[in-house]
């Protein structure tokens, strides 16, 4: 059985015309890295971690299960020791005066008693590499330290999947790179990820899956090679720089090798 | 699936106490206050001339607009938390000494809104914005004069005409400019009805 | 904008740093209550002194709080003035102007002294206070009190998100600019009523953060429960209740006294 499962999930935001989500199957398993493109990438992100339906407005058919949960039957807070959210903007995602304050928001909302915090909140500082700005107030951070911050505040709860809403789109390339190399990490631990995002540089070389959604509908869920010789001609999907030139020589050059995700794979298919 | 979160605006019902008390409420009445403070900085000068402070004319149209707007978007308890952050925020960075002052006289301005909204039953109107204004009016003549008194000392008979002239300012000023900012909220979409 | 109290003051351990909120409270509320009882300068020096006293061996940036009071000058100086010219009484010096008598009046001077002196009083009790306690610090204080930690958290709050608003501010008013509709270019009374450029703008875009900042908030479990743990651990000292029950009764023995003895 998937870990994460949508079942017939069709979802319309409050006053909107028309549903975002319409009929979507997706069926994860545990410890996959699944990027998510298209439109209603957020939409799809929020139905997993239970603010749809319990905190955004809307109307919503189907079922999201999660870890066996779920979603729509029981409470966000029950879903958020399972499941870590961070969205696009960090600097919404900070609300205390000190990098620490914020990193044990989570346990204390819990209830996770006083003795476990010290040791969950070193964890996951160490995790994301920011324990020596523990002390610090968030505002004299960078874009990505924020960023990172934030990815501890929710890994503190220990959760099994970690859902990301593009997470660097509002940093710079090496903010970015810094949240990436966290993400590196967390995908060696086992840790299911799910990550909504427009560029798929830095995805698709980490992804097990990726899925496209289109109109609302499921348009390509497959792993990453699949998924690029299905769609790489569909013109709203950026494509990664070496998989794109991959496509534009492949017949001149009579290429059959595997598409290449990675500036070496790339090396590798054109050396040859 | 029933839909959450949907606050009748243009209708105010007993939700007006205690309004809207979810994460929501609570965060966005502290960012109608925080806007309050930054825009009390505008008129800190002209403010600082008048009697040092002591009668703020652009400080009362300011405070007057936004626990207006505050108290008109999340109910009792979010209009209570826009008043009230503002005074402690502006001790707390030392910008304003006598802020504890308003600790009492924005609250009144909370309980103009909840009034007039009881009595208009639409919140958005101009007839609500203006009555909101005038019973802030009177809240100034009734409680302000007094606590005045009680705190400074100052002879009632020049706070009369003080009060006069700072009524005469923020009475209307507030009023069109509560109007316009929640006409402008309701279009922008952060009123579902 | 002033660096916030707190900050400055965090590095540095003391007795005030480490006492507990809900004491310091208590002291704050009758240093408060003494201030309103009297207006004998002399009392008024002996506070004046005593909180210098605190702060000094507190170990709080005494610059910072010299600035406050600093701040508070031009509205002693209006107070003064407006007593002087507004009371009756002992009359020193009569001033004729377009044929109306405009008096000055020591008993006027005094009592301007006199309540300014309290408002200094006040702006110095205020600012210690929130110099010496951390905010963080008195969220728990007041859940421990019974305080719902909802209203409780809402200070911190403020001041977390303080700095992005102003910022938010300034860039929308450098943004106003460039299209041609330049406030800072006004004279300020034209400037305090022409301000919906501003306040527009800064007030959705504030919405729309609260939309965002709630929303991740309760992804962390915000209030999902009645109670809730603490990383920080704000415990009374035994020293706690007797201060707090002291102060209050020596606040309460000077009201009388000063009710009794026409001297305070």
């Not at chain 1, 790339?266 to 040859?272: A, I, L, P, S, Y």
């Not at chain 2, 003080?162 to 279009?187: C, G, I």
């Not at chain 3, 004046?48 to 709080?60: D, E, I, R, T, V």
């Not at chain 3, 004279?187 to 939309?211: C, D, K, Q």
């Amino acid at each position: 059985m998937a870990f994460i499962e949508f079942r017939d999930v069709t979802f319309r935001y409050s006053g909107a015309p028309e549903p975002v989500l319409k009929g979507v199957n997706v069926a994860i398993d545990e410890g996959e890295f699944v990027g998510v493109f298209g439109d209603a990438k957020s939409t799809f992100c929020l139905c997993i971690s239970g603010a749809i339906p319990h905190l955004i407005a809307g109307e919503m058919h189907g079922d999201v299960i999660v870890g066996g949960i779920m979603t729509r039957e029981s409470r966000v807070s029950e879903l958020a020791r399972m499941v870590g959210t961070v969205l696009q903007d960090p600097e919404n995602q900070l609300f205390n005066l000190s990098v620490e304050g914020d990193v044990v928001f989570a346990l204390e909302n819990l209830c996770v008693p006083r003795e476990e915090m010290e040791e969950r909140l070193v964890e996951a500082l160490e995790l994301v590499r920011m324990l020596p700005y523990r002390h610090h107030v968030p505002t004299e951070l960078s874009g990505g330290q924020k960023q990172r911050v934030a990815i501890a505040s929710v890994l503190v709860a220990r959760p099994k999947v970690l859902v990301l809403d593009e997470p660097v789109r509002e940093l710079d390339p090496l903010g970015g790179n810094e949240v990436f190399e966290v993400l590196t990490r967390m995908k060696e631990q086992g840790t299911t990820i799910i990550i909504a995002d427009n560029d798929p540089e830095r995805i698709a070389p980490l992804a097990t899956k990726m899925l496209l959604i289109e109109q609302g509908r499921v348009q390509c869920f497959e792993e990453p090679r699949r998924f690029y010789e299905l769609v790489h001609d569909n013109p709203r999907l950026r494509l990664p720089q070496i998989v794109d030139l991959y496509f534009r020589v492949k017949e001149p050059l009579n290429l059959h090798n595997r598409v290449p995700l990675t500036v070496e794979e790339g090396v590798e298919t054109f050396g040859r | 699936m029933k839909e959450k979160y949907t606050i009748p605006l243009t209708k105010m019902s007993v939700k007006d106490w205690p309004g809207r008390t979810d994460s929501q409420g609570l965060v966005g009445a502290l960012m109608v206050s925080l806007a309050m403070i930054g825009l009390l900085q505008f008129g800190e000068r002209l403010d600082t001339l008048l009697f040092g402070g002591l009668f703020p004319v652009s400080g009362r149209v300011i405070a007057h607009t936004m626990i207006g707007l505050g108290t008109a978007l999340y109910g009792g308890v979010g209009g209570f938390i826009v008043s009230e952050i503002n005074p402690l925020i502006a001790t707390a960075t030392g910008t304003s000494p006598i802020a504890p002052f308003w600790l009492i006289t924005n609250g009144s301005q909370v309980i103009a809104m909840l009034l007039a909204g009881r009595i208009t039953k639409d919140v958005i109107s101009w007839k609500n914005c203006i009555l909101y204004a005038a019973i802030c009016t009177v809240f100034m003549i009734v409680l302000y004069i007094p606590l005045h008194i009680f705190y400074f000392h100052m002879p009632w008979s020049k706070l009369i005409p003080m009060y006069s002239f700072q009524a005469a300012v923020a009475f209307p000023s507030a009023s069109v400019l509560v109007r316009a900012l929640l006409q402008v909220v309701k279009n922008a979409g952060f009123v579902r009805e | 904008m002033a660096r916030f109290l707190y900050l400055q003051a965090q590095e540095k351990k003391s007795f005030l740093t480490q006492m507990h909120p809900i004491t310091a409270m208590v002291l704050v509320a009758a240093i408060v209550i003494v201030v309103f009882s009297t207006l004998n300068l002399y009392v008024y020096g002996a506070l004046f002194l005593l909180l210098l006293g605190a702060a000094y061996f507190g170990k709080l940036p005494m610059k910072s709080l010299l600035a406050v009071v600093l701040v508070v000058a031009p509205l002693v100086f209006f107070i003064t003035l407006i007593q002087v010219l507004a009371q009756t009484e002992d009359i020193v010096f009569t001033w004729y102007v377009l044929g109306r008598a405009i008096t000055f009046s020591r008993y006027g001077f005094i009592l301007g002294l006199q309540v300014a002196f309290r408002v200094i009083l006040l702006a110095m009790t205020m600012t210690i206070f929130f110099m010496a306690v951390h905010p963080v610090r008195m969220t728990k204080a007041l859940y421990d009190a019974g305080v719902n930690f909802k209203y409780a958290y809402a200070f911190s709050l403020a001041l977390r998100f303080l700095p992005l608003v102003l910022s938010d501010l300034a860039t929308i008013n450098n943004a106003q600019k460039s299209r041609g509709y330049d406030i800072d270019r006004q004279n300020f009374i034209i400037r305090t009523f022409r301000l919906m450029p501003l306040a527009v703008p800064l007030i959705l875009s504030g919405l729309r953060r609260a939309e965002i900042i709630a929303l991740a908030m309760d992804l962390r479990g915000f209030c999902a429960y009645d109670k809730r743990t603490f990383y920080v651990d704000v415990q009374p000292s035994r020293w706690d209740p007797i201060i707090r029950w002291g102060a209050l009764a020596l606040a309460l023995i000077f009201v009388a006294v000063a009710i009794w003895s026409p001297a305070i």
